[in-house]
């Protein structure tokens, strides 16, 4: 079977307070990640967003499946309309006053008979954009209003 995980690796220089924020609070979340209105940090919470390329918009639904404070976040991840569902999970560890980061996003493979959009190479690019450019620009300009 083919690889079908997506792991990001990322220690920011950011306090881990900053990062969780980031990642758990929607007005924060707009302004690296996706506009998501109906964003609330509960278990069992549903959410949706709108993204992709320019000539191709998905919509996303996603479910809170796991929180831990400052530790983790985990929802599914799938597509209206669209066959599959994924895992994506966000770990923090705290390490001298900076902040360990993992993404993982694993069961790609059950969005395989989607098409070009849905393959490994696009969820590698994209969250390889996401994480190491956004979210590290995002946290560069956010670590000392902490």
Do not use: R
Request: hydrophobic share 35%; glycine share 4%; aromatic share 14%.
């Amino acid at each position: 079977m083919p690889h079908t995980t997506v792991i990001i690796e990322q220690t920011f220089n950011a306090p881990i307070a900053n990062v969780w924020k980031a990642l758990t609070q929607k007005g924060e979340m707009e302004k690296w990640y996706f506009n998501v209105e109906d964003f609330s940090l509960e278990v069992g919470n549903k959410f949706h967003f709108t993204a992709g390329s320019p000539e191709k918009q998905y919509l996303h639904l996603c479910e809170i499946i796991e929180v831990v404070p400052e530790k983790k976040l985990s929802y599914t991840w799938k597509y209206d309309g669209y066959a599959g569902c994924s895992l994506l999970t966000f770990k923090l560890i705290e390490q001298d006053h900076k902040t360990y980061f993992k993404l993982t996003h694993t069961d790609l493979e059950t969005f395989a008979e989607n098409g070009k959009d849905f393959e490994i190479t696009s969820f590698n690019q994209g969250w390889n954009h996401i994480i190491n450019t956004n979210l590290k620009n995002y946290l560069s300009t956010t670590v000392n209003n902490a």
